[in-house]
């Protein structure tokens, strides 16, 4: 199955309040909001739309890798696919999810 792409999901995370909300970590700067894929798909292969969430740019550099110091690679997937649950729903209210 082909992985959704939307660059309307991917240009949404623009000014929007990050998902992952690490503390110690995160700097609550709306302005640094990107869409974070989930990770582990491939090299060279680009994860689903559907699949990542909103994160400033300090959460989105640890969810990249940075974590590795301070969370384990269980605890930093754990986080990302809760900020996941968070940023459907507000894909949902926007209108960029529907539900049939
Ligand atoms: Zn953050």
């Not at 894929?37 to 890798?65: V, Y």
């Not at 754990?78 to 507000?90: G, P, R, S």
């Amino acid at each position: 199955m082909a992985g959704v792409k939307s660059k309307k999901i991917r240009n949404a995370a623009r000014g929007q309040e990050c998902q992952v909300r690490l503390p110690g970590i995160c700097n609550g700067n709306p302005e640094t909001t990107v869409f974070a894929h989930l990770n582990g798909s491939g090299m060279g292969t680009k994860a689903s739309d559907l699949h990542g969430c909103f994160a400033c740019s300090d959460c989105h550099h640890w969810l990249d890798g940075g974590y590795t110091k301070t969370h384990s690679r269980d605890e930093r997937d754990f986080e990302h696919l809760i900020a996941m649950k968070n940023t459907q729903l507000l894909l949902l209210d926007m209108g960029l999810i529907k539900v049939a």
